[in-house]
């Protein structure tokens, strides 16, 4: 579930993991008494995407990304994400009517998804997101198929807010988080109250002119919230 991304930072060594036909991503965050920090990262091109268990068994093997809790996340092309508005906030009643919320913005039936959401900046709206239960499953089969165990399955941009916001924690700022993908490009704006707004674009020859067309619409929607980084 999303919200147990909160907990992410609470063991000593976490190692995060993306993937996709095209290339494995792996970090390996340790946390100290000065906060958290970068010990460990591989990047590496897939070489056979049939031997793609090989390849992710070979990379946690080199000894560089031991953890004690693995996170893998899919990618966000794969999820809906939107920013629903709310009448209150109560978790637990949330939680029961929040993929009925979702139902009108997704091409499947609700009930072939996995749903969950996150409160967002200010209380005003919730980020709901829904995955396919078969790309859940498929991806868990090839992560046990690599002799891997993950304790989260997440989203690949909701885990960069949360990294974010542990790392820059109370800083007062409001920044743009853009995260290039295979074949999409995922835009979010963040302040320490949460999520302001955010975009999964399909990536195109013409991503840069989407991504700046995202920004207008954000400045447009909150005018007393100016965008201070990317």
Known sequence: ?????????????????????????????????????????????????????EELRAVFQSGRLGHEV???????????????????????????????????????????MVVDFLPAAGGKEVVAAG?????????L?????????PGIIGIDDIGLFFLYSHIYKNSGRTVAIV???????GVQIVSDAGIEFIRVL???????SQISE????YRYRHRDTPLEEI
Do not use: Y
């Not at 190692?15 to 290339?23: S, W």
């Not at 494995?24 to 990262?41: N, Y």
């Open 1 to 53: 579930m999303l919200h147990l991304f909160k907990t992410l930072f609470a063991p000593k060594s976490v190692a995060a993991l993306a993937f996709d036909g095209r290339a494995i991503r792996a970090v390996r965050m340790t946390t100290s008494p000065k906060g958290p920090e970068l010990t460990g990262f591989v990047i590496k091109e897939v070489q056979d995407p049939e031997r793609l268990q």
């Open 70 to 112: 693995l996170v893998s996340c899919l990618p966000s092309s794969k999820a809906a994400l939107r920013q629903l508005p709310v009448a209150f906030q109560n978790t637990k009643t949330l939680e029961k009517i929040i993929k009925f919320q979702l139902e009108p913005h997704v091409p499947h039936p609700i009930e072939e």
């Open 131 to 139: 995955v396919q239960k078969a790309d859940v499953s498929g991806h």
């Open 141 to 149: 089969q090839t992560l046990w198929g690599a002799g891997l165990d």
């Open 179 to 185: 995260n290039l993908g295979d074949g999409k490009a």
């Open 202 to 208: 399909p990536a195109e020859e013409d991503s840069a």
């Open 214 to 217: 995202t920004f207008r619409l």
